[in-house]
Each structure stands twice: as structure tokens, then as C-alpha cells.
């Protein structure tokens, strides 16, 4: 198993780009979830979803989309870019609840926008 | 404001001494999680507590949940310079929305 897969490693904007962040896990997990991390705050969920066709919003969902048409596949778009949303990317996913199952994460993905 | 206040935010010790961090908060959680993660990855889950008052060990490592579920505590005994990382500690506030704290950065010098 691959486990959760995050594309790119590495990425670099300019204000108003848009752009795809991919993530796919390969342990038929129902719960997938995006965070960012920045320095000083720890990681803050953006959006989640418990299942395909499923998403809702985290604590700092702003500039972000998600959907969720399989299982496997939690891709996180930014439609206009700007450098606030400068950070690290972590997908993860879990079988149940993030609370109580385990969550595995992604390598991240990190996103610069100048 | 953090959900989820950390402390220290940094700690850097010697090889062989013990340590203590700490995760608190004004909240009840219905379970909290210790992650630690390494520079370049996602964070790696080192376990979940959901009793008040609960103690869980792995290998030199001990964690407690307080008895009121607000706060948690990680306790390294003879620190080794593989335990150097970010602990991260999470809440489950709801059942799936996860507040991360911002972290204790160790440092365990040889």
C-alpha cells in the first residue's frame, strides 16, 4: 500500500493562479481531510469529507474548494491565489473518525505565492 | 487564540534526561491524540486517549488525559536523541472537526 499520496512535493504561485492540490489514499479510508500548517499554529482543518459526494467545512475554509467523487481521490483547489494561503498542505485520511481512528497523513505538499 | 495552548514551545535537553510537555485547554474533548512529526512529513499518530483520567505507556514514553478531558500530558523518560521531533497534540471537539495545538519543538543532543 502506498498509504496517502499528496502531488506536488512543491509548488509556486503568483497572486490570483489557481491551482490543484491532489491526494489519493489507497486504504479504502471513508474519512478524508485537508489541513494547513503554518509556524506558531499547528495544523487547522480546512475542509473534510466522510465519505464520496460528502464534504463540509473545517475551521479556515476561505479561497479553498473541495470535492469528493471516489473514495480514493480528495483534490483541494485554490481559485485565486494569494500569499496568505503561503503554507504547507497536509492531506490525511482515516477508516472512521478522526478522533477515534487512526489518521494517516500525506508528505504534504508546500505551497509558496508570492 | 489556540483551542489548544502547548508548552514549552521548545525544549531542548541531553541525551538520557526526563521531560514533560503539556496540552491544555478551556475545552472538553471526547478524545485527545499525541502526533510527532519529523521535518519534511505529515505527523504520525503516537496515540489517542478518550477516559479522563486515563494512562496509556509506549516503550518511554507516557501520556495522561486529565480527569475533566481539558488537558493531556507526554512524559519522556531517558530522552534518546531518536525522540527529537514536533509533538503535536489534537482534540476531537465534536466527533470531526481536529484542533491541533502549535506544538513542542524537542531537541535531544547526544
Known amino acids: 500500500n502506498a498509504g496517502v499520496t499528496q502531488t506536488p512535493k512543491f509548488q509556486v504561485l503568483k497572486t490570483g493562479q489557481s491551482m490543484t492540490l491532489q491526494c489519493a489514499q489507497d486504504m479504502n479510508h471513508e474519512y478524508m481531510s485537508w489541513y494547513r500548517q503554518d509556524p506558531g499554529m499547528g495544523l487547522r482543518l480546512i475542509h473534510y469529507s466522510v465519505g464520496a459526494g460528502i464534504t463540509d467545512q473545517g475551521e479556515v475554509p476561505n479561497g479553498y474548494n473541495v470535492s469528493r467523487s471516489t473514495t480514493e481521490d480528495f483534490p483541494l483547489r485554490l481559485l485565486s491565489a494569494a500569499p496568505s494561503q503561503t503554507s504547507v498542505y497536509f492531506c490525511?485520511?482515516?477508516?472512521?473518525?478522526?478522533?477515534?481512528?487512526?489518521?494517516?497523513f500525506g508528505p504534504g505538499t508546500r505551497l509558496t505565492v508570492l | 487564540t489556540q483551542l489548544l495552548e502547548q508548552s514549552p514551545q521548545f525544549l531542548s535537553i541531553q541525551e538520557g534526561e526526563n521531560l514533560t510537555v503539556y496540552c491544555n485547554s478551556s475545552?472538553?474533548?471526547?478524545?485527545l491524540q499525541w502526533y510527532r512529526q519529523e521535518p519534511g512529513e505529515g505527523p504520525v499518530l503516537l496515540v489517542t486517549?478518550?477516559?479522563?483520567?486515563e494512562v496509556k505507556k509506549l516503550k518511554r514514553l507516557t501520556f495522561q488525559f486529565g480527569d475533566a478531558r481539558k488537558d493531556s500530558s507526554l512524559h519522556i523518560t531517558a530522552a534518546q536523541p531518536g525522540d527529537t521531533g514536533l509533538y503535536l497534540c489534537?482534540?476531537?471537539?465534536?466527533?470531526?472537526?481536529?484542533?491541533f495545538g502549535a506544538g513542542t519543538r524537542l531537541t535531544v543532543k547526544p
Open positions: 489534537a482534540g476531537d471537539a465534536r466527533g470531526d472537526d481536529m484542533r
Open positions: 475545552s472538553v474533548f471526547s478524545s
Open positions: 490525511a485520511s482515516s477508516r472512521g473518525l478522526a478522533g477515534v481512528d487512526t489518521q494517516y
Open positions: 486517549v478518550v477516559t479522563g483520567g
